[in-house]
């Protein structure tokens, strides 16, 4: 018979396991990432589903209260972890979330499990369930919603052989011009790390979390080895750096900084190709490089073309996932936090707009 229950700490290691054997394990899913994110106003809820004491399924719920109005909205990154081409067990399951989601004043459930397009019986599985599809916009919502994926199941000659011949020559030529890459870095290389992600931020344009949050990160995810820190050097001086997650079969690029300076030698290809071999070398399957633009053509994600090239030019795969799904708890406080008040929010940003006095050159 199935049964769902809260997962104790010392299931802790009866639950990674099983989201680590899984198919479509995530290092989002386990219980480092949940406490993690606890340090950062989450509530992590684990579930563990099972049948006669057999796990089915591994559920990791992050709950983030609404202020001043007694009500939560309930999160699964990249979960849940179980068998989504299972009908009864995904409508079961879908029962035991709303249940659950209003003993805690929660509006919804969302999920966002990587399941692959197309995926007609696991989409369909989940829209009887009660999830609804959510449009997050073109990159994807809270997690990416396209991927490229590499099979590391070659040695050196086939892999390298699959790359652009541009990039095998930008890797070369980093090697010929003295580029110096450490995979194996620890947490005292993180401020150098940050240094760079913060010069990235202020070229590219985009905010960056603290730098308590990265030690935050190293210090839940390192004791288990699921976090790599890497960094390339030219002439002494810190050029570019990464930092991978790793679990199960694959490792997952998950941040990357590089420097104004010194682009000229190509110090990322180089990064990138030593973190693939390590990854390949660890016994990984695969390395995935995270978030990409849809090949929509053009339009709103024209700016992260560019994105798009160097990743490509490593000849991965496009995967593209079903993206995130609400499980609706309180119809009425669902439109009110997904509908009214972002209408509400625009029009007061435009008439703030509209209020301003015009530019003058």
């Known amino acids: 018979m199935l049964a769902l229950r809260t997962a104790s700490e010392t299931d802790r290691p009866l639950f990674d396991g099983f989201v680590e054997a899984h198919p479509s394990g995530d290092v989002l899913q386990t ?53 989504l081409d299972d009908a009864p067990l995904v409508a079961w399951l879908g029962s035991e979330l709303v249940r659950i989601a209003r003993r805690r004043g929660a509006i919804l459930v969302k999920v ?27 990159f994807g919502g809270t997690q990416p919603l396209c991927v490229m994926q590499l099979d590391l199941g070659r040695d050196d000659e086939e892999l390298l052989a699959s790359f652009k011949p541009k990039w095998r020559y930008n890797i070369r030529l980093a090697e010929r011009k003295g580029v110096e890459v450490r995979t194996d870095l620890g947490r005292a290389d993180l401020p150098e790390f940050y240094r760079l992600l913060q010069e990235t931020s202020r070229r590219d344009g985009f905010r960056v979390r603290s730098l308590a949050y990265f030690e935050a990160m190293w210090d839940e995810l390192s004791p288990d080895g699921r976090i790599w820190l890497a960094q390339a050097s ?12 790793t679990l199960g079969d694959r490792a997952w690029y998950l941040y990357g900084a590089s420097s104004n300076e010194h682009r000229n030698v190509m110090p990322n290809h180089l990064m990138q190709w030593r973190l693939i071999q390590r990854a390949r070398d660890a016994g990984f399957r695969w390395y995935d490089f995270r978030g990409v633009s849809p090949r929509r053509g ?36 669902y439109w009110l936090w997904t509908i009214a008040l972002p209408r509400v929010r625009a029009l007061l ?13």
């Open 112 to 138: 966002d499990p990587p399941l692959e397009r197309p995926c007609e019986l696991g989409a369909a599985n989940l829209a009887a369930a009660g999830f609804r599809p959510v449009d997050a916009g073109g």
């Open 31 to 83: 219980y480092a990432w949940g406490d993690l994110k606890a340090r950062s106003g989450w509530t992590p809820l684990r579930l563990l589903v099972e049948d006669d004491g057999v796990v089915r399924g591994a559920v990791s719920l992050l709950e983030r209260k609404l202020p001043g109005v007694g009500r939560s909205i309930l999160y699964a990154p990249r979960g849940p972890v179980m068998d």
């Open 298 to 333: 053009g339009g709103a994600d024209e700016h992260l073309e560019g994105l798009n090239r160097f990743k490509e030019g490593f000849s991965p795969r496009f995967v593209e996932y079903i993206g995130e799904l609400d499980l609706v708890v309180s119809p009425a406080w």
């Open 234 to 245: 030219f002439e002494g001086a810190a050029v570019s750096g990464a930092l991978v997650l």
């Open 349 to 361: 940003k435009r008439a703030a707009r509209e209020g301003e006095p015009a530019a003058h050159g």
